[in-house]
Every structure is written in C-alpha cells, then in structure tokens.
Nanobody, 122 residues
Framework: VQLQASGGGLVQAGGSLRLSCAASGRTLSRYNMGWFRQAPGKEREFVAAISRTGGSTYYADSVKGRFTISRDSAKNTVYLQTNSLEPEDTAVYYC????????????????WGQGTLVTVSS
C-alpha cells in the first residue's frame, strides 16, 4: 500500500491543523494505522494509532486531549486532527500502516508515507 500524507503547514501556537493520509494500491481497512512525528535531531516518536475498524484509538500522553485520530473507509484516508498546537509539536508527521494495533515503535509498522511538516510558531 502507498501512503501520502498531507495537511502540514505553519500555524501559530494554539492553532489547529488536520493532517490526512491517503492510501492507494490497497484498501486501508486491512490495516491498523498510526501517526508518528520526528523533530529535528530527535528520534521518530509515536503520536496516535487507530484500529482497522476505527473502534479503538490510542494516544501518546503528550498529545492526549489535543489530537484526534480518525479514519474514513469510503475515502481510504486516515486523519489526525491537531488542536491547541504548541511549539513542541513542530515536526515532520508520518502516517504508517501496521498489521498490529497500537504499536508504539516504528518497527511495528509495515508501510510509511513520506511525511508532512508541521511548524508551530510561538
């Protein structure tokens, strides 16, 4: 499956962005999905995950209550709604597909998108 992340940009602290991850090649409903992020000079870190059916979600503590992961099977797309953004959220955000749910390490994912940059100014 090929994944294409989009929706990043420059936003002021307190603002919001909706990131999208569109799939081609295979239906996303076969996969559990996740979002990761990587800030300059840091390792890639887990952000959020959603099960194949969308019935279960899991978040990193740093984004819980501010970010929401969702999926639309008809559009073959997964979303990450990011609210109350902080400068510390600045990173390249990646979507990924996995056979297991809520893997929190990059090695748990089989397919990756190319990333979309989110920059939060103070």
């Amino acid at each position: 499956v090929q994944l294409q992340a989009s929706g990043g940009g420059l936003v002021q602290a307190g603002g919001s962005l909706r990131l999208s991850c569109a799939a081609s090649g295979r239906t996303l409903s076969r996969y559990n999905m996740g979002w990761f992020r990587q800030a300059p000079g840091k390792e890639r870190e887990f952000v959020a995950a959603i099960s194949r059916t969308g019935g279960s979600t899991y978040y990193a503590d740093s984004v819980k209550g501010r970010f929401t992961i969702s999926r639309d099977s008809a559009k073959n797309t997964v979303y990450l709604q990011t609210n109350s953004l902080e400068p510390e959220d600045t990173a390249v955000y990646y979507c990924a597909a996995a056979k297991v749910f809520a893997a929190v390490v990059p090695g748990g994912y089989n397919y990756w998108g190319q990333g979309t940059l989110v920059t939060v100014s103070s």
